[in-house]
């Protein structure tokens, strides 16, 4: 009798501890390609980076109003998808401060919070430093919700840019 209350008591303790949602509260993303954009030029500008996402509590995104407090426009959090920039130079890989972040604000995905979200995010960046011959980069992202909680980061494979 002892076992099988034993036995009971450990169920309830692991059923209790079963979460709702089939992810993380921490947004997870993970690169999926980047597609150069074609603007007839011969030059590559712009690409359409694509990041695959999971978030266990669906507050990715921000609202056009988002930009008091800690989303404020002079505030690290207006953005909430951060793209750094790198060059290979002389077989380096070198972080670059470019005249203007690739920094992009992803809109607010979900409205029915909390709820486990996944799918795919496609953001238009800049490829293309003109102020450096190298021609060699590479982007590194990551992205935080509403609730500030920083997901992994990514990069994507070396891309080779036609200047």
Not at 15 to 44: A, M, N, Q
Not at 63 to 70: N, R
Not at 81 to 96: A, H, M, R
Not at 136 to 157: A, G
Request: charged content about 25%; some cysteine; proline content about 4%.
């Amino acid at each position: 009798m002892k076992k099988l209350l034993l036995f009971g008591l450990i169920l309830l303790l692991f059923s209790s501890c079963h979460r709702t949602e089939p992810f993380s509260e921490v947004p997870y993303i993970e690169f999926v390609r980047l597609e150069k954009v074609d603007d007839g030029s011969g030059v590559d500008n712009q690409a359409n980076l694509v990041v695959r996402f999971q978030d266990g509590d669906g507050d990715i995104g921000l609202d056009d109003a988002d930009t008091t407090g800690v989303f404020a426009k002079d505030s690290f959090y207006y953005y909430n998808f951060f793209i750094d920039y790198y060059e290979k130079q002389n077989g380096v890989w070198e972080l670059i401060e470019l005249p203007t972040p690739l920094h992009a604000r992803i809109p607010r995905l979900s409205d029915n919070v909390p709820e486990s979200i996944e799918g795919e995010i496609t953001i238009l960046t800049f490829i293309n430093n003109y102020f450096s011959s190298y021609d060699t980069i590479k982007l590194s992202c990551c992205l935080v919700d509403r609730e500030l909680h920083l997901s992994n980061i990514i990069e994507t494979p070396e891309i080779i840019v036609n200047k």
